[in-house]
Structures are given as C-alpha cells and as structure tokens.
C-alpha cells in the first residue's frame, strides 16, 4: 500500500509563491511518476505537471514558466514551486503517484490566490 501526505497550501496574494510537497510512503517502486492535479470550483480537474523518476517533466501551458516540479527519490517526495502566482491558479492541489499501472492520491491541499 501507497500512502501520500500533502502539505503547503495555503492563501497567497497575486504575484505571491507557494511551495507545496507530498511525501510518499510505503511500497513505493523505482520507476514511478508523480505530479499534482488541481480542481478548481465548477471546473474539471486537470493535471498541473508531473515528473518521472527519470527526471523528465511535463507541465500544462498555464503554468510553464511560473511552476517548477521536482523530486527528491531518496525521499519520495515531490515538490511543486508556485511563483508568480494568479487567482485562476485557486484550486484543491492533489499529489498523485503511479506505479506499475496502479495510482495513488493525496489527500488534497487547498491554494488560494487573493487579487
């Protein structure tokens, strides 16, 4: 079993950062992709960006340039870096882990950005 804890949401104003994490646990394999999802009120989720344990990253075009996403495998932990912050970026953060055709979830963070 895969156990995964989000932390580091929070309320930021336009412009503002945020550092959100999600540390992994349990039996978690070498080749793996984690990444954060968000779900806006009235919106479908989507996925804000992802990295393999290889390294390579996707990341939605909204965030490119603003988000950075990396990882610490000794670790098994995720980080996402939230710069130049925008209130359409208000939404529950969910950490994700996939393995071996099998996926995992956070519990979920709340980031609220205030104009």
């Known amino acids: 079993q895969v156990q995964l804890v989000e932390s580091g949401g929070g309320l930021a104003q336009t412009g503002g950062s945020l550092r959100l994490s999600c540390a992994a646990s349990?039996?978690?394999?070498?080749?793996?992709?984690m990444g954060w999802y968000r779900q806006a009120p009235g919106k479908q989720r989507e996925l804000v960006a992802e990295?393999?344990?290889?390294?390579?990253?996707y990341y939605t075009s909204s965030v490119k340039g603003r988000f950075t996403i990396s990882r610490d495998n000794a670790k098994n932990t995720v980080y996402l870096q939230m710069n130049s912050l925008k209130p359409e970026d208000t939404a529950v953060y969910s950490c994700?882990?996939?393995?071996?055709?099998?996926?995992?979830w956070g519990q979920g963070t709340q980031v609220t950005v205030s104009s």
């Open positions: 994700y882990l996939n393995q071996r055709d099998s996926g995992y």
């Open positions: 990295i393999a344990s290889s390294g390579s990253t």
């Open positions: 349990g039996s978690i394999f070498s080749i793996n992709v």
